[in-house]
């Protein structure tokens, strides 16, 4: 439904037939709506003023009610080997975001897109839930982060993973709002199956998902295969623990057919052990999943630390023998704090990495 224009609404973020009937009801033909989301997301436009196929008197109605929400680089930092840019964004309200773009050598683009302002999930191991939570995100806001990637690296994204800063589906209605815009023939053209949704497992949002039956790729934040440590870990765990989330997690799969990944981030000392990953193969081994296990990334202020490599080698042959597929994730732009876990108000240092094979 469009919001009454009394004050300036958005008009990034809003879907075709909702610009088709905005162009209707300001007195013009549905075509023009179409002519609207050409210019928001094949050409980006930042304002009416661009769009410059409208008549002059549509634009003129289209301003007094209506707006691009604004997105502004305040900062682009480069990874050393050139495998990723972090961007600190400035939005209209003068609060700040992350995101990230990612290269690949055989040349894929993946936009990483924050969806809330802070996070307010208190993952012990997380740098964005040190900001504190101030907002969610609107459609315009987290669709603008790819349309932003997007004109910087000029080339078509291939991928998206809704896994910067925020729990996407605590933001549920604008993240799903956005994944339909971005896979969308007039939106972005990212098929869906090239989206990647991220939770720390809210489970009624999983369910209410499931029932959508988008053909996207839910990423589940697992991180413990027991109740008592994903608790100490995962907070949310005592409003969902790990029965709980197991159940959606096995409706999700039968809704939609999608393979799950749950992403499992290995701490030195914590979660690392083979009882842990022995214990974790019973407990999905039910589940048509992958998991995705991400050695730790450093974040000041937080006393946690990476394993070694052949700790993180010996868990992930635990799994394997078990019969559960398995990637070791060793993240890109590391060095500029762009990796998992390390999106926050502030830039840092760290060390960069990349997807590496698992040894047998």
């Known amino acids: 439904m469009i919001p009454a224009a009394a004050v300036a609404q958005d008009l990034r973020g809003l879907l075709l037939p909702e610009l088709e009937g905005l162009a209707e009801r300001l007195g013009e033909r549905r075509f023009r709506g179409r002519q609207i989301a050409r210019w928001l997301y094949a050409r980006g436009a930042g304002t009416v003023d661009e769009m410059t196929d409208l008549p002059h008197a549509f634009r003129a109605q289209l301003q007094a009610g209506w707006r691009v929400s604004g997105l502004a680089v305040r900062r682009a930092h480069d990874a050393p080997d050139g495998s990723a840019t972090k961007y600190l964004v400035a ?20 936009a990483c897109i924050s969806t809330q302002v802070g996070c307010a999930m208190g993952c012990g191991f997380c740098a964005t839930g040190l900001s504190g939570f101030s907002r969610n995100l609107s459609a315009g806001e987290i669709l603008g982060q790819a349309l932003l990637i997007r004109a910087h690296a000029d080339a078509r994204l291939g991928n998206v993973v809704f896994m910067g800063m925020g729990e996407p589906l605590a933001n549920y209605d604008a993240t799903i709002r956005t994944a339909r815009l971005l896979s969308a023939p007039y ?32 990423a589940v934040s697992l991180h413990a295969p027991t109740d008592d440590l994903r608790t100490h870990l ?4 005592q409003r969902y623990p790990l029965a709980d989330l197991l159940a959606a997690c096995r409706e999700y799969v039968a809704e939609t057919g999608r393979r799950i990944t749950f992403e499992y981030v290995l701490i030195d000392g914590t979660n690392d052990h083979d009882e842990e990953a022995h214990t974790l193969a019973r407990l999905v081994r039910d589940v048509h999943c992958h998991i995705n296990v991400i050695p730790l990334n450093p974040v000041a202020g937080i006393r946690l630390r990476r394993p070694p490599v052949s700790r993180v080698h010996a868990f992930g042959r ?11 994730r060793i993240e890109r732009g590391t060095e500029i704090q762009a990796a998992c876990g390390q999106l926050r108000l502030a830039e840092g240092l760290g060390h960069p990495s990349r997807w590496t094979p698992l040894p047998q």
């Open 234 to 237: 995962v907070p949310v765990n």
């Open 318 to 328: 635990i799994l394997l023998r078990a019969g559960i597929p398995v990637t070791i």
């Open 187 to 218: 939106g972005l053209g990212i098929g869906m199956r090239h989206l990647t949704i991220s939770t720390v497992g809210l489970v009624p949002q999983i369910r209410r998902l499931a029932k959508e039956r988008l053909q996207l790729t839910l």
């Open 91 to 110: 939005l209209d309200d003068g609060q700040t975001i992350e995101c990230v773009l990612m290269r690949f050598d055989d040349g894929r683009r993946t």
